[in-house]
């Protein structure tokens, strides 16, 4: 609990500087926080507007987080923050042709390499479509859709 505590004054004495924004639509902030389960603690706001919410974060999310919220929801906006209190969208995260690599998603075909319990490579995917999101194993060439990559993160 000691810990906890130090922990949230070292949140709050930086909250005055970088933050990130996260826009999402209504249906999906479920989702998000599931993904977010370890920094849930530091939402700081969740507003309300149209049908999205925009969650506010004190830091800068990870690569892997942020990529975790792309495959969720591909139309999410994600603007960072800075200490001078200038908002600028972070693109770049999704993008047709780009790699996704490490333990974020995994092929769900049994068979690839990927999925051997003994000596599991890196999963790797390229990103063939981005709306409707569709992505394809480097290994074996399964192409995995949106609907399924939901359906995993949301478990994790
Ligand atoms: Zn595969």
Redesign the pocket.
Known sequence: MTQRTNKDQRQTSKQDARKTLIEISGGKTPYLLSILKDQTPYVRATVQWKDKDVLELPEELSEETLTKIKLLEPRALIYFVSEDGKAYEKTGILEEGKWIEGRIIY???K?????QPKEPTR?K?KVVKKDPLILQ??????YIDHSAIVAQISQL
């Open positions: 092929c769900p075909n068979n690839c390499v990927t999925a999963p995917f194993c480097y290994y074996c060439g399964r």
